[in-house]
């Protein structure tokens, strides 16, 4: 601890980076996360246990590199198919660090274990950061793999593309992963124990402009988009991510001393922000490890054992396991820094669906305007129902992973109701006062709360189906008492979530249908609330 | 031996991570009120008996019975009756004592009222009254291995599975849990005490099991070997039992 909060002496000013220190931390780290990817894969017991976490992120860059090119193929040029890939991939890479690898670079275990031994800070922060690059280089290959090579297909692409593709989505990457590593630091600086539920809220919001933008891609069956983007508004070409499209689409077009030039100074340029974000790091370190040390010393009353207290719990649910299942999971909803930061940015996505809709005119009351018009409204919905398996999902993990002995050694003689006591803290901790805020929105945009009831009455019903059958997902090991390694908090759902997503789409036509008479809502009603009985009564 | 009394029996216990053997076919049984120090060196296998006996963890081979009931078949009946102190004196961080007392209490079927009865003794025995609404996470190490003993004491258990109890504790809190041990013996509950501290294990227990490399290599009441070792002390006794490895 001393040494983290010591500034370099007189004497070690000249070792900014201790080479011996720096190669065996980085050693260690990569072992470390490698190891943790095994050990993930042995202790998953889902579906897909038998391929490691990172590999599903992988999987899942790879997936959404190659649907963006083939969407943009043969529609723009190559200066604006390298914009929207490079877009894309420093969107990703930035989502990818705040959700699985913020432990990678801010570990609040570093402080106790190398706080006490002769390692500078800014030796132990170049560690982090050389931590933080691999992961860098192994996402941007499988976020760019795709891009560089259908780019090179264009008809002004070539393999000038590929080569300069390459070069600048790794510049672009390795600069957002800088940039990220400054944010989280001096956010962590700034904000302490705090850091992680703001870091929770940043992505949402950025999770909420990726979709606005990802979305726009698909919508435009008229060419709209290439038009747009041949006709991008001058300020487009101020963000960093043009940049770089831009020495793409000069490349191939022959490069010269001025692209050459450019390159010389970006490398240089990327030189000086890893060495900010090192610097950066290493100032941050100390507040780290008083972070980690400074949880909330008494309950506040958004958390507290007062909106859950046992006897309510228990005359909720028959079964004392459901009842102790739904206050743990409650209560780690609302206090612990790391599950916030998992759940909220699944809502994110159905907030951006809303904000969409409501801009674009395309969430209009589906009962008096179908179609078009109000596919927004069956989108946002359904992104709320499809929060449910990745909170659910997140429940496994948590950092306080080996006080699982205290649910391992309890009395439970049935495991699947301490789930079931999961699955309802999701629904009323989160689904719930989603749904309510979509009701409230709604209501107010179509001026009708009874139509806005039904639509969202019914998004609670399918919520709970999509709990029914994803409670899987929870199976197999009690809950919070996993590590999480990296991936493994979204990598391993994504088929899951495939299958759902097809569902909901099944069970959004069917809603569709049944809002355009009276009688297939009440049966719709009815239906819904027959469903919602019918789970109610089997977990409660 | 009543099925529901007080006891514990292993016989032929095996069990192994991989290729390493922890454990090779240990055998003992603990009668209602016996306190029995459960001692020997590191990856010795003590941990790996606890976890075994509180349902943690199934055996390679071998049979183990608490209170009658057998762990591998019964776990739900075993788990009811033992109170486990775990060697990692894990927690959940973001609760508060009262918060991770309280569930405790409800996964082990405790009515709310006397749940909060014994929750008043044994808060007030162990010193954590002024910080039952704390977080555990902003607690000491201390603090956090008292409010994991009230967990282990708070469902009244036929048998305590203590895994380096006083870890962290200061002396206060230490004489409490011997005391407590004592109480729970007169009481007719059996503990198996495990710990690296002869001293400690020397003075509160009656029986004293010595284990290495998964083998039971002594079980014999403590008043006896304090006579077999005489001026030289366990401590050289233990040392000559487990080589200078």
């Given at each position: 601890m001393t040494c983290l909060t010591r500034r370099p002496g007189p004497g070690s000013g000249a070792a900014w980076i201790q080479p011996g220190a720096f190669r065996s931390l980085v050693r260690a780290y990569l072992l470390m996360d490698l190891r943790k990817q095994h050990a993930a894969q042995a202790a998953a017991a889902g579906p897909g246990s038998w391929v490691t976490p990172l590999y599903w992120v992988v999987a899942h860059s790879l997936a959404a590199s190659a649907i963006l090119s083939v969407a943009l193929f043969g529609r723009v040029n190559a200066r604006l198919f390298a914009l929207a890939g490079i877009s894309a991939s420093m969107l990703l890479m930035a989502v990818s660090l705040v959700v699985e690898f913020r432990e990678a670079i801010l570990d609040l275990d570093d402080a106790l274990a190398i706080g006490s031994r002769p390692v500078l800070p800014s030796t132990h922060a170049a560690a982090r950061c050389a931590n933080a690059a691999a992961y860098t280089l192994l996402l941007t290959t499988a976020l760019n793999l795709f891009p560089a090579i259908v780019g090179s297909g264009l008809r002004d692409g070539g393999w000038r593309f590929l080569v300069s593709y390459a070069a600048a989505s790794l510049a672009a990457n390795l600069a957002i992963t800088a940039l990220a590593l400054i944010l989280m630091s001096l956010l962590t600086r700034v904000a302490g124990s705090r850091a992680a539920?703001?870091?929770?809220?940043?992505?949402?919001?950025?999770?909420?402009?990726g979709f606005y933008g990802a979305q726009m891609v698909f919508r435009d069956p008229t060419q709209g988009l290439a038009w747009w983007a041949y006709n991008l508004p001058g300020w487009v070409w101020w963000l960093p991510p043009a940049w770089f499209a831009a020495f793409v689409g000069r490349t191939c077009g022959g490069p010269g001393w001025t692209e050459a030039?450019?390159?010389c100074g970006g490398v240089l340029?990327?030189?000086?922000?890893?060495?900010?974000?090192?610097r950066t790091?290493?100032?941050?370190?100390?507040r780290l490890s008083e972070a980690g040390s400074s949880a909330p010393g008494r309950s506040g009353l958004l958390g507290s054992g007062l909106l859950w207290r046992r006897h309510w719990a228990s005359a909720m649910f028959r079964s004392r396991e459901t009842a102790a299942g739904f206050r743990l999971a409650w209560l780690m909803l609302r206090r612990d820094p790391d599950m916030i930061g998992r759940s909220l940015p699944a809502l994110g996505s159905a907030a951006a669906g809303l904000a969409l809709g409501l801009f674009s005119g395309h969430a209009a009351d589906p009962f008096t305007e179908p179609g078009a018009p109000s596919i927004m409204s069956f989108v946002s919905?359904?992104?709320?129902?499809?929060?449910?398996?990745?909170a659910l999902h997140s429940l496994s993990f948590s950092r306080d992973h080996e006080a699982a002995w205290v649910l391992r050694s309890a009395p439970i003689r049935e495991p699947a109701r301490v789930a079931a006591g999961l699955e309802w803290a999701v629904h009323f901790g989160l689904i719930a006062p989603t749904l309510a805020v979509l009701f409230v929105v709604l209501a107010w945009s179509w001026n009708d709360c009874l139509h806005a009831g039904v639509h969202c009455g019914t998004g609670f019903a399918l919520a709970l189906a999509a709990g029914s059958l994803s409670s899987g997902l929870l199976r197999g090991r009690p809950p919070f008492s996993r590590p999480s390694a990296y991936g493994s908090l979204g990598g391993p759902i994504l088929l899951h979530q495939a299958v759902l997503a097809a569902a909901l789409a099944a069970a959004g036509f069917l809603q569709a249908l049944a809002y355009r008479s009276g009688a297939g809502t009440a049966l719709l009603c009815l239906a819904a609330c027959a469903l919602a009985a019918a789970l109610l009564g089997g977990h409660g | 031996m009543s099925a529901h009394e007080a006891s514990v029996e292993v016989s032929s216990l095996s069990h192994a991570y991989g290729a390493t053997q922890a454990l090779r076919a240990v055998s003992f049984k603990l009668t209602a009120g016996e306190i029995c120090g459960y001692v020997g060196p590191n990856g010795a296998g003590k941990s790996t008996t606890l976890k075994i006996l509180s349902g943690l963890i199934r055996p390679a081979s071998g049979t183990v019975r608490v209170c009658g009931f057998d762990v591998a078949r019964d776990p739900v009946e075993v788990k009811a009756r033992i109170g486990y102190v775990p060697e990692s004196g894990a927690v959940y961080s973001t609760l508060t004592v009262l918060e991770f007392l309280s569930l405790v209490g409800e996964l082990h079927g405790i009515p709310e009222g006397?749940?909060?009865?014994?929750?008043?003794?044994?808060?007030?025995?162990?010193?954590?009254?002024e910080a039952s609404h704390a977080m555990l996470g902003s607690l000491s190490k201390g603090m956090r291995q008292r409010a994991v003993l009230v967990s282990a004491l708070l469902h009244d258990p036929q048998v305590l599975l203590f895994d380096e109890p006083l870890t962290g504790l200061d002396v206060q809190a230490a004489r409490v849990v011997k005391a407590t041990l004592a109480g729970m013996a007169r009481a007719g509950k059996v503990v198996l005490f495990s710990s690296h501290v002869l001293e400690v294990v020397e003075r509160i227990c009656g029986r004293i099991i010595m284990l290495?490399?998964?083998?039971?290599?002594l079980d014999e009441q403590a008043c006896a070997l304090r006579r077999r070792a005489g001026e030289a002390g366990l401590e050289s006794l233990f040392q000559s039992l487990i080589g200078p490895s």
């Open positions: 539920g703001v870091l929770a809220w940043a992505q949402t919001i950025v999770v909420m402009a030039a450019a390159a340029a990327l030189g000086a922000i890893w060495a900010a974000a090192i790091l290493s100032r941050s370190l100390p919905l359904h992104l709320v129902v499809l929060a449910v398996p990745s | 006397e749940s909060r009865e014994r929750l008043d003794h044994w808060l007030g025995l162990f010193g954590l009254v290495d490399l998964g083998r039971i290599v």
